[in-house]
């Protein structure tokens, strides 16, 4: 399996722009979790997903952002308008319940580098 | 408010020593997550501990878990240089939810 599949890797871009984040979870994985992470702050949890159904997206930090899940594959973090305090690194993880239970654990993407000017 | 407490948060250490670093929290949990992060990288999952009493070894790594105390541990024998990276300690808040704490950024000097 290829891991969790984040993109883009890096993105730049300006104050009000509007920022896509994606990823692809690993096949079969049937919970997601969006996290950010900053000198500042360290890692937080923005959201998480169970069965493409938001659970709890009490970190997510206002309105300016925004997650989906339209599918077991696939899920978006948008920020829009995006500010310079947004920048920071994101990542997405993924798990599933496993039958051998001490072997559960999330697995993270490589990350994405925001930098909002 | 769930509290995830790692100490210390920089940790310098000379090769060969042992040292741990400990991870306190604050709510009931019966499962805890060590993971790795390199600078610039991602994290990669270390240990899963599941019960009070759990030990896990890997290498020159050994982690346990008091769910009684609330204090899980990451030992550290003969360090080398190969380990000087960010720890962190997570918490499980059930479903796979978990909340990280800080980290300890471990450097291990030749």
């Known amino acids: 399996d290829a891991g969790v599949i984040q993109s883009p890797r890096h993105e730049v871009t300006e104050m009000g722009q509007e920022v896509t984040l994606r990823c692809k979870p690993i096949?079969?994985?049937?919970?997601l979790f969006w996290y950010r992470q900053t000198m500042m702050r360290g890692l937080e949890l923005l959201i998480y997903?169970?069965?493409?159904?938001?659970?709890?997206d009490s970190g997510m930090p206002e309105d300016r952002f925004s997650a989906k899940m339209p599918n077991a594959s696939f899920s978006t973090l948008k920020i829009q308008p995006s500010e310079p305090r947004d920048s920071a690194v994101y990542f997405c993880?993924?798990?599933?319940?496993?039958?051998?239970?001490?072997?559960?654990?999330?697995?993270f993407g490589p990350g994405t580098r925001l930098l909002v000017l | 408010e769930l509290k995830v407490e790692q100490n210390p948060l920089f940790l310098s250490m000379q090769e060969g020593k042992n040292y741990t670093i400990y991870c306190n929290y604050s709510?009931?949990?019966?499962?805890l997550y060590w993971y790795r992060q390199d600078p610039g990288k991602s994290l990669e999952s270390l240990f899963v501990?599941?019960?009070?009493?759990a030990v896990k070894q890997e290498g020159r790594l050994m982690a346990s878990l008091d769910t009684k105390a609330r204090l899980s541990t990451l030992h550290i024998t003969a360090a080398v240089h190969d380990l000087s990276a960010t720890y962190f300690c997570?918490?499980?808040?059930?479903?796979?939810?978990?909340?990280f704490g800080a980290g300890t950024r471990l450097t291990v000097k030749p």
């Open positions: 993880a993924s798990s599933s319940p496993l039958a051998v239970i001490d072997q559960e654990t999330q697995y």
């Open positions: 096949s079969g994985h049937n919970s």
């Open positions: 997903f169970n069965n493409n159904v938001p659970i709890d």
């Open positions: 709510t009931t949990s019966d499962r």
């Open positions: 501990l599941l019960s009070n009493g």
């Open positions: 997570a918490v499980d808040m059930g479903s796979n939810d978990m909340r």
